[in-house]
């Protein structure tokens, strides 16, 4: 070997070192990531930048630990899924190559399945809808194998739990949605992949078409994992986006101009006869995004499409 070749090698080797270095020193040890969990819960968006920083194998067991302390906290059925959704959200944004489905069955796993069935109406929404992705179409067959791809990651995971036949169903009432509408087979499609038992005729002929009507129904469901009531989502959706207070203020801070160049607010644009407002507060609107009940993921600037994975 000559002197040339050594030196390569020796800068290879060198370089392999600082690269592995480099790499344990961004890993976040998973022990100080349970440290931030109470101001996760208190910021739910702070988890993404924390699961970024987790190694991989470290990302389902963190997410897991989380959910766990939502589950034991105080509150309404509807502050809870809110934290869920807005926790569980974040750290499927934050989730490591290759490690995006692991970490959707962690979700389906771990959450409880009253706030489960508001988690999986969202990330149908707002992450996993075929139609969100503006750049690539996804032909029926692709879509079809993706979804049985991460149905079959689902059940794997949800095996030990005692609820699993719900959990299940919610996985596929969550790709049905997000497909709108495309294989119409999906549903039956998805039933076969379900162990074999009595629930997966009862995910097909009640639980599904229940949660996929409008509104909404889980309740047959619940009842036979015995769990409880599922969550006003319309509530629980305000108290995931912004505080009533911050739209308020927002409403203060945007003067407008009046027909005769009055300065004024919606507040303060109030008709001659003082019965009514001229114009509505802009908080009272649902169909704007600054209102609290404005349902995020289904306006114009959808959230980018997460898969495949």
């Not at 959707?104 to 809808?129: G, H, K, Y």
């Not at 229940?210 to 009531?229: F, I, N, Q, R």
């Not at 919606?266 to 009272?284: H, K, N, V, W």
């Amino acid at each position: 070997m000559n002197i040339k070749t050594k030196i390569f090698g020796l800068a290879a080797v060198a370089a392999l070192v600082a690269h592995s270095a480099l790499a344990d020193e961004k890993a976040l040890p998973i022990a100080e990531a349970r440290a931030q969990i109470g101001a996760i819960v208190e910021d739910p968006v702070s988890m993404t930048g924390v699961m970024k920083q987790l190694a991989p194998e470290d990302q389902t067991a963190f997410l897991a630990d989380v959910n766990a302390a939502i589950a034991k906290m105080p509150g309404s059925n509807e502050e809870r899924a809110a934290k869920f959704l807005n926790v569980n959200k974040a750290a499927i944004k934050g989730a490591a190559k290759g490690n995006l489905a692991k970490l959707i069955a962690e979700v389906f796993a771990t959450v409880p399945v009253e706030p489960l069935t508001l988690v999986s109406e969202r990330l149908a929404a707002d992450m996993l809808n075929r139609g969100n992705d503006t750049e690539r179409k996804y032909t029926d067959d692709a879509f079809r194998s993706i979804s049985e791809g991460l149905l079959e990651k689902i059940v794997a995971r949800t095996a030990g739990t005692d609820d699993a036949p719900v959990r299940n169903a919610l996985a596929i009432a969550m790709l049905v949605r997000a497909s709108n509408g495309s294989p119409a087979d999906l549903a039956d499609v998805l039933v076969t992949k379900l162990p074999e038992g009595d629930e997966k005729k009862l995910t097909k002929e009640e639980w599904l078409p229940a949660a996929l009507g409008s509104p909404s129904d889980y309740e047959a469901m619940l009842a036979y994992g015995g769990a409880g009531s599922q969550p006003n989502v319309a509530l629980s959706m305000i108290i995931a986006g912004p505080q009533r207070l911050d739209a308020v203020l927002a409403d203060v801070a945007s003067s407008l101009l009046d027909s005769e160049g009055r300065e004024t607010t919606p507040f303060s644009s109030i008709s001659m006869d003082l019965d009514e407002y001229a114009q509505p507060p802009r908080t009272q609107d649902p169909s704007k995004k600054w209102n609290p009940a404005y349902r995020r993921g289904e306006g114009p600037e959808p959230e980018p499409i997460i898969y495949p994975w």
